[in-house]
């Protein structure tokens, strides 16, 4: 039986960055707002809970061992250490960002799993009770899941996690198997790598991370193999079964089966859209063909009072996106509507194996591609005095340059802290300016940024 319906000016489905963000804003616009999670473990979304704050501060934790070194018995101590501190950051926001909105007169938090009744009401269960609330406009920000795929043995395994579970894992596993090529299998393998465990990286595909620059992945692979990371590629994973001490993964590559044994599988090929249990149908919202919420430029959704944002619209799987998403559907309902996903310039994203690798705009392939006369420039890490004395010289530097008007195609940045030097280059980007303007800029010294002055110095 429903509880008595409540009446709101804003309904939104997800406590994540962009919904938050929301909330807030409109709560500050004067409207009346009902912000819907269900669970109590996500307020504040992916990110702060399961992706970007606790896998950093694990690879934080993990790059500090690895100097440290130690037995592994010393190692999974520090650890355990490691898990503990994630934790209490963890915690501390997760509360810090309920507290900013329940403790709004304007919001009101729900417990609860939301689906749609219709395009004006959302019901919303819990503990076998449900209520229903009716909204003059609706926001969807659920997010994603990881994706498992059908494996014999998969299900049934208890060491196998995906990479929300693996963050809760207590103690190192002396073998990590993880199923997967991509950026979450590649962060995860670097750092547990550090922390002292033997990585194996199963992949099906032939090429190594194929979306990057040739040359930065094949830097990038050479780099984990150095560090003991194993990577086998143009892989089939064909079973999955536990033994007394480990559990062993069956892998065939053409002809040749492998039989590796480890103390934990990750997971990680790919996430999906959460949309089920909504019934978007009941509200007239429809999906893409890959089972993302259909957006348009202003992210609103097939039903005319409703919108989506984050990681359920199927786009790039960033926090930064979904806080930008939150910035055009606030310019579409509370402002001049000018903002969209077609003019927010140039998305540079990171990953953070060690040390990290950082992207923004095109690969060298993609420019010659489309049709571009282009120039090129190299530089390798070690010649960065600041990567000298951080005792991180590993890596490769990479710019791609239109040869017409100068101006910057793609910058792709294989070395210690690139995660903050890529966003100078977006700005730059975005400005339109020629190479040389970063080529010839002042920089401080010493510092990983100066390295653009060698770097563009050598575009040819």
């Known amino acids: 039986m429903d509880a008595a319906m409540d009446k709101v000016d804003a309904a939104i489905i997800g406590f994540g960055k962009g919904g938050k963000t929301l909330a807030g804003a409109l709560a500050a616009a004067g409207k009346t707002v009902a912000l819907v999670e269900q ?57 810090k960002n309920y507290r900013k909105l329940a403790d709004n007169q304007a919001v009101r938090v729900v417990d ?77 393998a670097s750092l547990y790598a550090n922390f002292g465990s033997k990585v194996t990286v199963v992949q099906d595909g032939s090429a190594f ?11 990038v692979l050479a780099s984990l193999e150095a560090r003991g990371i194993r990577v086998i590629r143009s892989a089939v994973v064909e079973s999955v079964r536990d033994a007394e001490e480990s559990t062993v993964v069956t892998v065939s590559v053409g002809e040749n089966r492998e039989e590796l044994a480890a103390s934990a599988v990750l997971v990680a090929t790919g996430r999906r859209p959460n949309v089920d249990g909504l019934n978007l149908e009941a509200a007239g919202v429809g999906l893409t063909a890959r089972g993302a ?55 540079p994203y990171s ?27 190299t530089l390798p890490a070690a010649a960065i005095p600041k990567a000298q004395l951080l005792r991180k010289p590993t890596g490769l530097l990479k710019v791609i340059v239109d040869a017409a008007t100068e101006r910057i195609l793609g910058v792709h940045l294989f070395c210690e802290e690139s995660h903050e030097m890529i966003n100078t280059v977006k700005l730059a980007m975005d400005a339109g300016v020629s190479y040389t303007t970063l080529r010839d800029a002042v920089y401080t010294h010493p510092t990983m940024t100066e390295a653009f002055n060698d770097l563009f110095a050598a575009v040819r």
């Not at 500090?64 to 010393?74: D, R, V």
């Not at 923004?360 to 282009?374: L, N, S």
């Open 39 to 95: 669970s109590s473990g996500m307020y504040g979304g992916t990110c702060i809970n399961v992706a970007c704050i606790p896998t950093k501060s694990l690879v934080k934790s993990a790059a500090l061992s690895a100097e440290l070194g130690g037995s592994f018995e010393e190692r999974a101590q520090r650890y355990a250490e490691a898990v503990a501190e994630k934790d209490r950051v963890v915690s501390m926001l997760r509360e």
């Open 112 to 188: 609860g799993k939301a689906s749609f009744v219709d395009a004006h009401r959302i019901r919303i269960e819990r503990d076998g009770a449900s209520q229903v609330i009716e909204a003059d406009s609706v926001f969807v920000n659920t997010g994603a899941r990881p994706f498992v795929p059908n494996i014999a043995g998969l299900s049934e395994s208890s060491r196998v996690f995906v990479s929300e579970t693996m963050l809760d894992l207590a103690e190192l596993p002396e073998t990590l198997v993880i199923v997967g090529g991509g950026y979450i299998s590649l962060e995860f």
């Open 209 to 219: 991370i194929p979306r990057e620059d040739a040359e930065i992945a094949a830097a």
């Open 293 to 347: 919420i259909d957006t348009d430029g202003h992210l609103r959704t097939t039903a005319q009072h409703i919108w989506a944002m984050g990681d359920v619209v199927g786009g790039l799987q960033f926090t930064y996106i979904s806080l930008d998403d939150y910035r055009i559907v606030a310019s579409d309902v509370l402002g001049d509507g000018s903002r969209t996903t077609e003019n927010r310039g140039e998305v």
């Open 351 to 377: 990953v953070f194996v060690d040390p990290p690798f950082s992207r923004v705009g095109m690969t060298e392939q993609e420019a010659r591609e489309r049709g571009y006369a282009v120039k090129v420039g």
